[in-house]
């Protein structure tokens, strides 16, 4: 019986709505992981670089998801539901209608999400202004931020959307509105997608000076006015409405939200790792790197002082761990590059038969596969003629160049499993590059870090993680004190 036989448990639901799916789990007070359930979600690619979503599809995977975790539960036993979510743009009417972010004028679709370029020329008139909120964006803004998305709507969409827009929400905030009908925002967004300072709180100047004035005149009451720290208990708690929706309780604590990544990092970040023989045991979790790979990757190392690295996100203060500052290094596309990659190759057909007449996933088989093929030699060494530079869809961190493209050389003629598996590698290990060179600028900048922790899709994948391993492990380090910890927690 969860709880022990003394007392009856209390159960808590988490919602963690990532780029292709959501998920919820059930965890008593120990922590200990009861029930889990997921829903793949919609998503709209209408012409290239915009990528969209639906805060109403959305909710009602948070529902289905949480239905089901809860299934068989005394309900009186549920005490808190919290949020995670991608740091997407949610726009909202005045009476809290969706809006449509498209040309097409379709409202289903009020969602811009993280990964969308769109607002390219938005971002480099941003960049120009060199503005002192940059400083804490790593001295580039990112088109994948709020800023530029909320200048593209006012110049491309004006009447349709922005004229009628009441609330633009990240993802997160939207999500924990929509449970309780409050609408403060998580510092977490705040402070990471929009250059709300902990310290300081909005710059009216910033917003002026790139022509979104419109907002500080209204006391910002459309992108937030009032900010809590994440896990902050949030009004009344769940409205009998959302309630019903999601098979709870009304009046349970429902927490203030956290991005994604954030989530994962303050999930993975301060592990217990006593009585293992790891290295690590014993040392400061300064020196610790959370690395959050799903669709994309994100590096969240944290410090007592505020630490400025070009290229790398923050540093942010509270964002993450409270009391901390967070630094947030990213490569904007890694599940999905590796998706790519391997879908979209000629022997994919063949993978796909082969995996499932043996009921395996298409990664596990292709590692296998690079097993039998390796022979005598290291698995990495399968390489030496195939290269991948990673940049798909633009360099995040530490270059923060979002024009920059993909490039693989060394190919053949020839297009078999072969050829599949090794490519699969060359991706794999330049992502594990690209955590290499985020690591040398954070270190170069003052960070001083000895473990990775992952968590997310890509920490089920040995290769993903062995590779990170290696081609981490030897950076300037005694390789003896360097490890890479995987974790099966969600992202
Ligand atoms: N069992 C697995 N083995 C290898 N890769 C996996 C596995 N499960 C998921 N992935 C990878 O993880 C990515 C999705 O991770 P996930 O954390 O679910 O993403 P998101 O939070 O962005 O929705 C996919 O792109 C896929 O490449
Ligand atoms: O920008 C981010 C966090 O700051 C994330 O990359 C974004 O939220 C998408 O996350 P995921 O890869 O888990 O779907």
């Not at 790792?273 to 014993?282: K, N, P, S, W």
């Not at 190919?411 to 598996?421: G, N, P, R, V």
Request: contains cysteine.
């Amino acid at each position: 019986m969860p709880g022990g036989d003394q007392e009856p448990g209390r159960y808590y639901v988490g919602v963690d709505v990532g780029t292709g799916s959501v998920r919820a789990a059930l965890v008593d007070q120990r922590g200990i992981l009861l029930a889990f359930a997921d829903q793949p979600i919609n998503k709209w690619e209408p012409q290239f670089n915009h990528h969209e979503q639906s805060s109403e599809d959305i909710w009602a995977a948070c529902c289905v998801v949480t239905k089901k975790v809860v299934q068989g539960i005394n309900s009186n036993q549920i005490r808190g539901l919290g949020f995670d979510a991608t740091c997407s743009l949610v726009v909202l009417d005045k009476q809290f209608r969706p809006l449509p972010v498209n040309h097409e004028g379709d409202s289903h679709r009020n969602i811009i999400m993280w990964l969308d370029h769109r607002a390219v020329s938005q971002v480099h008139r941003i960049n120009k202004t060199q503005h002192s909120v940059l400083q804490y964006v790593g001295g580039v803004m990112s088109v994948e931020m709020q800023a530029p998305k909320l200048l593209w709507l006012k110049e491309s969409l004006r009447e349709t959307c922005w004229d009628k827009a009441g609330h633009f929400f990240d993802l997160p905030d939207f999500l924990s509105w929509k449970a309780t009908g409050v609408t403060a925002r998580s510092l977490c967004s705040l402070v990471c997608k929009w250059t709300y300072s902990a310290e300081k709180g909005w710059d009216d100047s910033f917003w002026k000076m790139i022509g979104l004035e419109d907002l500080v005149a209204d006391n910002y009451s459309k992108i937030g006015n009032q900010v809590l720290p994440p896990g902050a208990s949030l009004g009344n708690g769940l409205t009998p409405e959302a309630a019903k929706d999601l098979g709870l309780p009304a009046g349970i604590a429902v927490a203030a939200s956290l991005i994604d990544a954030h989530a994962g990092g303050l999930g993975v970040i301060g592990t217990d790792v006593r009585g293992h023989g790891l290295a690590c045991e014993g040392q400061p979790v300064t020196s610790r790197l959370a690395v959050i790979c799903g669709t994309s990757s994100c590096h969240m190392g944290i410090s007592k002082d505020p630490i400025f690295v070009p290229g790398v996100w923050g540093p942010y203060f509270s964002a993450m761990v409270p009391g901390f500052w967070l630094n947030e290094g990213g490569q904007s596309v890694t599940g999905k590059l590796i998706d790519h990659m391997v879908q979209g190759h000629a022997a994919f057909p063949e993978l796909q038969a082969k995996a499932t007449a043996r009921c395996q996933s298409v990664y596990a088989y292709l590692n296998s596969h690079l097993d039998l093929i390796k022979k005598a030699q290291p698995v990495g060494f399968l390489t030496v003629d195939l290269h991948v530079w990673p940049d798909f869809h633009g360099n995040r961190s530490p270059l923060a160049d979002l024009t920059l493209k993909g490039m693989v050389t060394g190919l053949k003629l020839s297009q078999d499993l072969d050829d599949l598996a090794i490519l699969y590698l060359a991706t794999v290990q330049a992502i594990a590059f690209g955590t290499r060179l985020i690591i040398e600028a954070m270190e170069a900048a003052g960070h001083s870090i000895s473990t990775l922790f992952l968590c997310g899709g890509l920490s089920k994948n040995p290769l993903f993680v062995q590779m990170h391993a290696d081609i981490t492990g030897g950076h300037g380090k005694n390789e003896q004190s360097w490890e890479s910890c995987a974790s099966q927690t969600s992202g």
